[in-house]
């Protein structure tokens, strides 16, 4: 797929490669998505997903290849790229030695989110997650699923035009899954804003995404709607398709969240 910068695209994606000496992580991608999709990438574990967001979120600089994010290119202006997304990470990114309140906070400042507006918002998506009651309470006594909750309304604080999640939703039970993908594209229809996720829940991507791109070994091997996929492989269901598509074979990977905020932070301080 040749991808081409439009008023419609705020991802464009051409000729993406990464490599780690002799390997190659992500083999020569190209996708665009528009403003206000919702958006899939999935993959097995391995296949080049957190390598390719990296590189989407400046974290990682592409061997070969050309973005443009919201019209910037992140090799060039790294600043204007970081301040139009969101970020929630698969493993956890928040300061446990922080209250849920300062963890926003936090937040706020670096993204400079405007000191009139800045108490509204901290307030408004703390209730909307359910904890403005907890708001006091350090991170570290929190439950697995209280803290990704807090991962989500952190991520949307400063109101991006492009929201990155990863697995955003594992350990949630199916109430607090449907009660923020009920908000977040209620957010993408009013905003249009951009939702790029992963996901190892198939019926969470054929619910909620618009279209889905599948990258295999650092290729991108189909793209298209839920039903397209399954027509494609003559299947009944996404999770048919996507196996269908990948093979049975069980993948290996390791994606520390910690460690990739602590790294964004780190570079936004140094600008």
Not at 217 to 230: Q, T
């Amino acid at each position: 797929m040749v991808s081409n910068l439009t008023d419609t695209n705020i991802i464009s994606v051409s000729g993406l490669t990464k490599k780690f000496k002799d390997f190659v992580a992500v083999d020569n991608i190209s996708f665009d998505v528009r403003r206000g999709e919702i958006f899939a990438f999935l993959g097995p574990n391995g296949a080049g997903k957190s390598t390719t967001i990296k590189m989407l979120t400046t974290l990682l600089q592409p061997t070969r290849g050309k973005v443009m994010i919201n019209g910037s290119d992140p090799a060039k202006n790294k600043d204007a790229v970081r301040m139009s997304f969101g970020i929630v990470f698969q493993d956890p990114s928040l300061d446990s030695d922080l209250t849920a309140l300062e963890n926003m906070q936090y937040h706020a400042v670096l993204f400079k989110v405007p000191k009139e507006i800045r108490k509204r918002r901290v307030e408004e998506l703390l209730r909307f997650v359910e904890l403005w009651d907890r708001k006091n309470d350090m991170v570290k006594t929190f439950s697995g699923g209280m803290k990704r909750r807090l991962e989500v309304a952190r991520g949307l604080l400063h109101q991006p035009r492009i929201m990155f999640l990863d697995v955003p939703t594992l350990g949630l039970d199916p109430q607090t899954r449907s009660h923020i993908w009920s908000y977040l594209k209620g957010i993408s229809q009013k905003e249009d804003m951009t939702v790029f996720f992963t996901t190892h829940y198939m019926e969470e991507a054929e619910k909620v995404a618009q279209r889905i791109a599948i990258i295999d070994h650092g290729k991108i091997v189909a793209m298209g709607s839920a039903n397209d996929l399954e027509k494609q492989t003559n299947t009944n269901s996404l999770e048919e398709a996507f196996i269908a598509i990948t093979g049975n074979t069980i993948r290996e990977e390791q994606v520390n969240g910690t460690d990739l905020m602590r790294s964004m932070i780190r570079m936004w301080r140094r600008h």
